[in-house]
C-alpha cells in the first residue's frame, strides 16, 4: 500500500510542476501581449517582464520538484 501512495505522490508531483510551467509560460505570453499591443510599453521593459514570467513558472516548478512545497 505504500508503494501505491508513492507512486500516486510522484504522479501528482510531476503533473503539479507543470502545471506551474504552464502557468507561468501562459501568463508570460499574454502579459507580453497586452503590454505591446494595448500598454504600448517599451520592447525591453516586456522583455525582462516575459523572462521573469518564465522564470517564476520554472522556479516554482524546481522547488515542487525539490520538495519546496508541502513536502512530507
Request: avoid cysteine.
Amino acid at each position: 500500500m505504500n508503494n501505491v501512495l508513492q507512486a500516486l505522490k510522484a504522479i501528482y508531483d510531476f503533473f503539479a510542476g507543470d502545471v506551474s510551467i504552464l502557468v507561468g509560460t501562459s501568463v508570460a505570453f499574454v502579459g507580453a501581449f497586452l503590454l505591446l499591443k494595448q500598454g504600448h510599453a517599451p520592447n525591453a521593459l516586456v522583455a525582462v517582464l516575459f523572462v521573469a514570467f518564465l522564470l517564476a513558472g520554472l522556479t516554482d516548478s524546481l522547488n515542487r520538484e525539490i520538495g519546496g512545497h508541502g513536502a512530507a
